[in-house]
């Protein structure tokens, strides 16, 4: 039986190398050493400081509860 597939991009918390911005807000600064939220998609990497990535997979989470709402309602009707 094949699996089942993933709705997560692959994301993962990784290290800062050398210091730059995060890649959603230029005013918060990665510096080296610090933990970061990484998103991989079509082989490119981006890059974003804790705080935007929480936010990121916040909304993401609600979204998610909510076509999981829509989709249980939609089984329920039929």
Do not use: W
Request: aromatic residues 6%.
């Amino acid at each position: 039986m094949p699996r089942g597939k993933s709705v997560l991009v692959n994301m993962k918390i990784t290290t800062v190398g050398r210091a730059h911005s995060c890649r959603f807000n230029k005013n918060h600064r990665l510096e080296k050493g610090m933990k970061r939220l990484t998103f991989k998609e079509n082989g490119d990497e981006a890059h974003y400081c804790l705080p935007c990535g929480k936010t990121f997979l916040t909304k993401g989470l609600k979204d998610l509860q909510s076509l999981i709402m829509e989709v249980d309602r939609i089984m329920t009707d039929h």
